[in-house]
């Protein structure tokens, strides 16, 4: 079992900045990987970034690309999302995926949530115009 627990979301105006932690508590492995998703209001569940970093393998949505960066910190056992230049588009729940599949990761599927076992609670940024 793995227990992720998000944090950091919050009201920002456009243009600002926010940085996501995910604390992931259990059994945690650095081969897992990570991903972090978003759902806006009235839409389903997206892809927003995600990596596995024994594989060296990143993904980024194409709405988020040289905007967020997914790193973590092995000391702290956790994955962050810096988040620059938001927009009003950019608000939603954040959720935060570990995935534990031994099977290597691939850049598509790091990007489906089906490639996700554990799930936190969701945080919410919102980003006003």
């Known amino acids: 079992q793995v227990q992720l627990v998000e944090s950091g979301g919050g009201l920002v105006q456009a243009g600002g900045s926010l940085t996501l932690s995910c604390t992931a508590s259990g059994r945690t492995s650095s081969r897992h990987t990570m991903g972090w998703f978003r759902q806006a209001p009235g839409k389903g569940r997206e892809f927003a970034a995600g990596?596995?970093?024994?594989?060296?393998?990143?993904s980024y949505a194409d709405s988020v690309k040289g905007r967020f960066t997914i790193s973590r910190s092995s000391a702290e056992n956790a994955v962050y999302l810096r988040m620059n230049s938001l927009k009003p588009e950019d608000t939603a729940v954040y959720y935060c995926?570990?995935?534990?599949?031994?099977?290597?990761?691939?850049?598509?599927?790091?990007?489906?949530?089906?490639?996700?076992?554990?799930w936190g609670q969701g945080t919410q940024v919102t980003v006003s115009s």
């Open positions: 995926a570990a995935g534990v599949s031994t099977d290597p990761a691939t850049w598509a599927s790091i990007r489906e949530s089906s490639k996700y076992d554990y």
């Open positions: 990596k596995n970093w024994s594989g060296g393998v990143t």
